[in-house]
């Protein structure tokens, strides 16, 4: 059964990864798709196995249109961070300062020392050097035109506020959010963009406003600032606003911030609450490929059977499967319970890319271990018993490694109460619900008569100890005999007293407790029960 698995897996193997096509479902020149190029130059550079040559062009592309986009739009800070000829800034700051970074910025030379890297990639090293060589024109020239145009820029938003135009301040401030952006200078342009909301004046350039600082948040992956921003869109923005997919791309942006922090069940209902009319209105940040992608695999982890069917398969969102026909294939064999054609899908075919992915891929070992589980829970539900071995075939795992995630289910619950593993025939076994109940109610009867035990036996020691104290009758440890006080602040009585009267028990002599005399451990015990601690 695993070798039939196998081999249909390597049937459905992926296709060779096309560089070109990924790419362009992204607004071209954008901040998103160049970090999206870097992000897969470095993963292609540093991927083992499979085709050698082919990860190599992928890398050596990847990394060529990378640097035609720095240097059409002037961004020579990430051009010199990427060959570590300046030390990488971890938010892009602006550097329009020349003395800030004096010389490395105009005469800088790319890093041999193998150390450093961009701030996506903080282990990696400064590969690109392997593949493009190194242009020390680029920077200089392109930082004095960028001084040029920052110069004008500055005026005119100078001359608008000296003549008091809200509108033309707010767009000599967008504008000048742009510039930076270009640049890779996020957090300036951020702060450009904040400055030109106290200037907004409707409900469309409100809503323009709030989408680019939602975007440029992303794209500094500041999730609780973008998270904010999407929670004062949504109840600050006017109501003469003329985009009516406004509230779906905050969504899909909100989204994205949810699966950052690790908050899957709410990406998934985020991602799949998303109108089917929102295609790539947002792929400054998200494509539709990615949000039909993050919405199947996010509702196949988290969603429970009856939720996916009508949120994913059957819902409004099944229109979007189209352009993910791998994860659409997945979901069918899921909703057939043909878990191990699933399993497979998402590990031979789909794993790939998602590892791509530069939002998915460090969540992409956890999401698949949450449908695997989620498999196996819906696998052995209708059952009392299954062999591990068989359960091993079906979902393409070794016995070792099925008995581990079992028992790891066990754990943690997911396969109820009274599940357990047999080793001795290597199965797993859940008790029937009649014979739960018989257990608890047993227990429960134990506990009843420990409890009515140890209330007959604290009783009769106070009565008794009652009866000793009204017949002034005290037994005295050795301590007392010696001389000590008796506890109470008692006065302590002799042999000689006339009114005392001691017993002559041995028993007593050795200070036993009364309790301990009593006749509780008769068979003739309450709710007749011979042992209590049985249980």
């Known amino acids: 059964m ?21 790419i362009s479902r992204y607004e071209t020149q954008s901040e998103t798709a160049l970090q999206r190029l870097l992000f897969l130059a470095h993963h292609f550079h540093n991927e083992e196995g499979g085709d050698g040559n082919n990860t190599s062009t ?43 970074h004096p010389s490395p910025e105009l005469t800088g030379s790319p890093s041999r020392s193998g150390g450093g890297g961009d701030h996506h990639h903080p282990h990696a090293k400064h590969i690109i050097q392997h593949y493009i060589e190194y242009d020390p024109n680029f920077a200089p020239i392109s930082k004095i035109e960028a001084q040029n145009q920052l110069e004008t820029l500055e005026g005119r938003l100078s001359t608008a506020q000296s003549h008091i135009m ?32 106290e200037y907004c004046a409707n409900g469309r350039q409100h809503t323009q ?30 109501g003469d606003m003329d985009d009516p997919l406004f509230h779906h791309k905050l969504r899909a942006m909100q989204g994205l911030a949810y699966l950052a922090e690790g908050r899957y069940y709410d990406a998934a209902k985020s991602f799949t609450s998303v109108s089917p009319d929102l295609t790539n209105q947002v ?7 990615d949000i039909a992608m993050y919405g199947s695999l996010l509702g196949l982890a988290t969603l429970d059977r009856e939720m996916l069917h009508s949120l994913v ?18 979901l069918r064999h899921y909703s057939r319970a043909e878990y191990g054609q699933c399993l497979s899908i998402l590990q031979h075919t789909l794993k790939r890319d998602l590892l791509v992915d530069i939002h998915l891929h460090s969540h992409v070992p956890i999401l698949l271990d949450m449908v695997r589980d989620k498999c196996i829970e819906q696998y052995f539900q209708p059952y009392s018993s299954a062999s591990l071995e068989k359960m091993g075939s079906v979902f393409g795992c070794t016995l070792e490694e099925m008995e581990m995630i079992v028992v790891k289910l066990i754990g943690n619950g997911s396969l109820g109460e009274g599940a357990r593993v047999n080793v001795a025939d290597l199965t797993l076994r859940v008790e029937s619900g009649d014979t739960l109940e018989k257990k608890t109610r047993r227990r429960a009867r134990v506990a009843a008569a420990k409890m009515g035990a140890h209330f007959t036996r604290s009783a009769e020691g106070m009565i ?11 037994i005295q440890g050795e301590k007392q005999r010696r001389g000590g ?49 049985e249980f």
């Not at 990394?63 to 800034?89: D, H, P």
């Not at 792929?283 to 490929?289: G, H, L």
């Open 283 to 289: 792929n400054s940040v998200i494509s539709a490929e």
């Open 2 to 22: 695993v070798d039939s698995i196998n081999n249909n897996a390597a049937s459905r193997a992926p296709p060779p990864f096309d560089l070109k096509a990924y």
């Open 58 to 100: 992928i890398t050596s592309n990847a990394f060529e249109m990378a640097v035609a986009q720095m240097k059409s739009t002037g961004n020579y800070r990430r051009y010199l961070e990427e060959y570590g000829a300046i030390e990488a800034s971890p938010d892009n700051a602006s550097t329009t300062n020349a003395a800030d």
């Open 209 to 238: 406003v709030c989408l680019l600082l939602v975007e440029l948040s992303a794209d500094l992956r500041e999730w609780s600032s973008a998270r904010d921003s999407i929670t004062r869109a949504e109840h600050t923005v006017m």
């Open 313 to 330: 398969i059957d819902g409004t969102f099944k229109v979007r499967l189209e352009l993910v026909p791998d994860m659409r294939e997945a």
């Open 485 to 533: 006080r008796p506890r109470g602040g008692r006065p302590q009585m002799h042999d000689d007293d006339p009114e005392m009267v001691v017993d002559d028990d041995p028993e007593m002599e050795k200070g036993v407790d009364p309790i301990e005399m009593d006749g509780s451990d008769s068979d003739g015990d309450v709710m007749e029960i011979e042992n209590p601690n």
């Open 464 to 474: 008794m100890r009652a009866a000793c104290i009204e017949s002034g009758v005290t």
């Open 166 to 197: 809200k509108e033309s301040i707010r767009t000599a401030l967008l504008a000048l959010a742009e510039f930076h952006k270009k640049r890779g200078e996020l957090r300036e342009a951020l702060r450009r963009v904040f400055r030109s909301r």
